[in-house]
T-cell receptor
Framework: NAGVTQTPKFQVLKTGQSMTLQCAQD?????MYWYRQDPGMGLRLIYYSASEGTTDKGEVPNGYNVSRLNKREFSLRLESAAPSQTSVYFCASSEDGTSSYEQFFGPGTRLTVL | GEDVEQSLFLSVREGDSSVINCTYT??????LYWYKQEPGAGLQLLTY?????DMKQDQRLTVLLNKKDKHLSLRIADTQTGDSAIYFC?????????FGAGTRLAVHP
């Protein structure tokens, strides 16, 4: 099992460009999450999907959109990138949407917006 | 809103014990987690504790929970250089999972 995979690993964008971060999990998990990690701020939840076909906003959703394409895949889209979106983005999955299950994290995407 | 707080840095000598502290505000937190992040990698679950427990021990790791004060600690016995990493505390209820900012543990000879 590959666990949680993310592509790309690194990306540099210019302000205003768009891009989609891809995430896939092969553990048959119901819930998937997108976080951003900034120095001194821990992980902040952008969006999550408790099950296939549903998505909900997290703490910092502005400037992002998500798609739960199927049970395996959960993508994060930046329509018009801004320097404030320079961060490390982590995708995670868990068996269900309660806090009683371990989250499994991908290796992260390091995004720089110039 | 709900919050989870941790000190940002801890430096210990190899072989000593490390204690990483965390406070949280959400009294409905059912499970509390400790994750470890090594450089350039994602987070991995280290251990967790149910809110109805006071203590959990797992080899070199001891988790203490003071539910009244909403205080969680992680003790690493006989700290090794391989324990150098960032440790995140996570608390929350249903679909409301909040991470602390992370404590960077540096282990020196």
């Amino acid at each position: 099992n590959a666990g949680v995979t993310q592509t790309p690993k690194f990306q540099v964008l210019k302000t205003g460009q768009s891009m989609t971060l891809q995430c896939a999990q092969d553990m048959n998990h119901n819930s998937m999450y997108w976080y951003r990690q900034d120095p001194g701020m821990g992980l902040r939840l952008i969006y999550y999907s408790a099950s296939e076909g549903t998505t909900d906003k997290g703490e910092v959703p502005n400037g992002y959109n998500v798609s739960r394409l199927n049970k395996r895949e959960f993508s994060l889209r930046l329509e018009s990138a801004a320097p404030s979106q320079t961060s490390v983005y982590f995708c995670a999955s868990s068996e269900d949407g309660t806090s009683s299950y371990e989250q499994f994290f991908g290796p992260g995407t390091r995004l720089t917006v110039l | 809103g709900e919050d989870v707080e941790q000190s940002l840095f801890l430096s210990v000598r190899e072989g000593d014990s490390s204690v990483i502290n965390c406070t949280y505000t959400d009294s409905s937190s059912t499970y509390l987690y400790w994750y470890k992040q090594e450089p350039g990698a994602g987070l991995q679950l280290l251990t967790y504790i149910f809110s109805n427990m006071d203590m959990k021990q797992d080899q070199r790791l001891t988790v203490l929970l003071n539910k009244k004060d909403k205080h969680l600690s992680l003790r690493i016995a006989d700290t090794q250089t391989g324990d150098s990493a960032i440790y995140f505390c996570e608390a929350g209820g249903y679909n409301k999972l909040i991470f602390g900012a992370g404590t960077r543990l540096a282990v020196h000879p």
